[in-house]
Nanobody, 125 residues
Framework: QVQLVESGGGLAQAGGSLRLSCAVS????????MGWFRQAPGKEREFVVG????????TYADSVKGRFTISRDNAKNTVYLQMNNLNPGDTAVYYC??????????????????WGPGTQVTVSS
């Protein structure tokens, strides 16, 4: 059974940075694509970034391109999201998600079978 736990959320000022981590249990992490999604109050959950199981393919949402960086450490079963130059529009609950083994990166939440509980990111102006 795959379990995911996010950490690293919190409060940041506009222009600041935060680094999120997602620790994944289970034997399939190094064969699974991983994604980060976020959901702001009153809005639908949206795709932020995804990374292939080997890390060679990364897809970013236009809204975070150039500011956010995803990476993964398959030896530690962990995926990271470095968020720089934050703005209030980035305020949301951030979710880590794992796709099916050997699958590709998906921008749709339906492409991910396992989810973490989320971590709150709040950016003040």
């Amino acid at each position: 059974q795959v379990q995911l736990v996010e950490s690293g959320g919190g409060l940041a000022q506009a222009g600041g940075s935060l680094r999120l981590s997602c620790a994944v249990s289970g034997r399939t992490f190094n064969r699974s694509p991983m994604g980060w999604f976020r959901q702001a109050p009153g809005k639908e959950r949206e795709f932020v970034v995804g990374i292939s199981w080997i890390g060679g393919s990364i897809t970013y949402a236009d809204s975070v391109k150039g500011r956010f960086t995803i990476s993964r450490d398959n030896a530690k079963n962990t995926v990271y999201l470095q968020m720089n130059n934050l703005n209030p529009g980035d305020t949301a609950v951030y979710y880590c998600a794992a796709g099916a083994p050997w699958g590709g990166v998906s921008k749709s939440e339906y492409g991910y079978a396992n989810w973490g509980p989320g971590t709150q990111v709040t950016v003040s102006s």
